[in-house]
């Protein structure tokens, strides 16, 4: 079982910046991949970034250039820090751990409660 909290989220101008904070607790693996997914209203849960606990990393596109996820091990928390941010942003950001073996993804994922970012023009 795994804990996910997030924070951060909020209201913030076009162009402006937010910092994520996802922290985890419970039976963790070292060995794991986290991301953040985001939801807008009456659109489906779209991934956004991942991280595994060596520190490879993997964006979306359409936040390439913009959003940097990170780690931090010791801490067990990933951060997303998103600049430049766009109305098309706004969405409820969900943070995800999945355990790995080797690198494959094992066992269940357990997602956060969310937490809502808006961006406005």
């Known amino acids: 079982q795994v804990q996910l909290v997030e924070s951060g989220g909020g209201l913030v101008q076009a162009g402006g910046s937010l910092r994520l904070s996802c922290a985890a607790s419970?039976?963790?693996?070292?060995?794991?991949?986290m991301g953040w997914y985001r939801q807008a209203p009456e659109k489906q849960r779209e991934l956004v970034a991942m991280i595994t606990g060596g520190g490879i990393t993997t964006y979306a596109d359409v936040v390439k250039g913009r959003f940097t996820i990170s780690g931090d091990n010791a801490k067990s928390t990933v951060y997303l820090q998103m600049n430049s941010l766009k109305p098309e942003d706004t969405a409820v950001y969900y943070c995800r751990y999945r355990s790995r073996f080797e690198s494959i993804e094992v066992g269940p994922a357990y997602w956060g409660q969310g937490t809502q970012v808006t961006v406005s023009a």
């Open positions: 419970g039976g963790i693996n070292n060995n794991n991949v």
